[in-house]
């Protein structure tokens, strides 16, 4: 079955940067790949409901980003890889939060309702404070 491992967070000051990683495994059909997966980013800070970040479509080319992280998160995808990334910069308090990716097999859409989404990583937690 389907799996996502989330990476790549910690703790940071306000202004810096990380990146995360969601590598994608377990696909349950041959010649099934990550470029046939919807791919999202959410994240749920203490006493709040989770929330979308961002989503990228199978095959990469069309991403979305909630308002709050436009302009300092950037979404890609390498499907030789099988892995996702989550590029944040000028990171601030309110970002701190776990993050979850998660995936779907579906083509040509980006989805930023948790509703869509199949398979959900175990969360990575990010930390922005000084």
């Known amino acids: 079955q389907l799996q996502l491992v989330e990476s790549g967070g910690g703790l940071v000051q306000p202004g810096g940067s990380l990146r995360l990683s969601c590598a994608v495994s377990g696909f349950a059909a041959s010649g099934d790949s990550l470029d046939d997966y919807v791919v999202g980013w959410f994240r749920q800070a203490p006493g709040k409901e989770r929330e979308a970040v961002s989503s990228?479509?199978?095959?990469?080319?069309?991403?979305v980003y909630a308002d709050s992280v436009k302009g300092r998160f950037t979404i890609s995808k390498d499907n030789a890889k099988n892995t996702v990334y989550l590029e944040m910069n000028s990171l601030k308090s309110e970002d701190t939060a776990v993050y979850y990716c998660?995936?779907?097999?579906?083509?040509?859409?980006?989805?930023?309702?948790?509703?869509?989404?199949?398979?959900w990583g175990q969360g990575t937690q990010v930390t922005v404070s000084s």
């Open positions: 990228i479509n199978s095959s990469g080319a069309t991403t």
């Open positions: 998660a995936a779907n097999r579906l083509h040509g859409i980006v989805a930023m309702l948790e509703i869509l989404y199949k398979t």
